[in-house]
């Protein structure tokens, strides 16, 4: 119980540290430039063939487990 009371009294402190602190570096003169935004096209591109990628591997063992205990019943 001690650790989380010293992690929130920490937590208190920091966040009381960064208020004090915000105002003398925020500078109004310089402009604020835009984040480029994340093309979501590029990531669901990247998922979904690591995602093929990964059902292919899948299948292709099962397969194979089947035609292994196939050709083990035979014998």
């Not at 096209?41 to 292709?60: E, G």
Request: hydrophobic letters at 50%.
């Amino acid at each position: 119980m001690d650790s989380v009371t010293q992690q929130l009294a920490d937590l208190q402190r920091l966040q009381t540290r960064a208020l004090e602190t915000a105002p003398e570096e925020a500078q109004p003169d310089k402009p604020i430039q835009p984040v480029r935004p994340i093309r979501p096209s590029q990531h669901t591109q990247v998922v979904a063939a690591r995602s093929h990628k990964i059902l292919i591997t899948i299948a292709a063992l099962l397969f194979l487990c089947i035609v292994i205990v196939l050709l083990l019943s035979l014998f």
